[in-house]
Nanobody, 122 residues
């Protein structure tokens, strides 16, 4: 089985910072692109940031550009999201996502973390 474990979520003040981490565990042959998504109350889930397999390219939602940074460590099979200058509109459940291959995969498989709550409020 492949499991994603998120950590670092919690209450933050406007203007504050948080760092989310996601670790992939289990038997995995290859890990591909990774990303962070979020779902605010009453809203659809949206892509926040993504990063390519080798970490050479990143993509961000317009709402977080300049404030959030995604990074990965392929030796540890982790992906992080550094969130700075947090705003109340950032309040959401944040989910880690990874595409991967197992030994017996016929194509890309996908796994999601359980989600971690990030309330941004005074």
């Amino acid at each position: 089985q492949v499991q994603l474990r998120e950590s670092g979520g919690g209450l933050a003040q406007p203007g504050g910072s948080l760092r989310l981490s996601c670790e992939v565990s289990g038997t995995v042959f290859s890990i591909g692109p990774m990303g962070w998504y979020r779902q605010a109350p009453g809203k659809q889930r949206e892509l926040v940031a993504s990063i390519t397999t080798g970490g050479g390219s990143t993509n961000y939602a317009d709402s977080v550009k300049g404030r959030f940074t995604i990074s990965r460590d392929n030796a540890k099979n982790t992906v992080d999201l550094q969130m700075n200058s947090l705003k109340p509109e950032d309040t959401a459940v944040y989910y880690c996502n990874v595409r991967y291959l197992k030994r017996t995969s016929l194509g890309w498989e996908s796994s999601w973390g359980q989600g971690t709550q990030v309330p941004v409020s005074s």
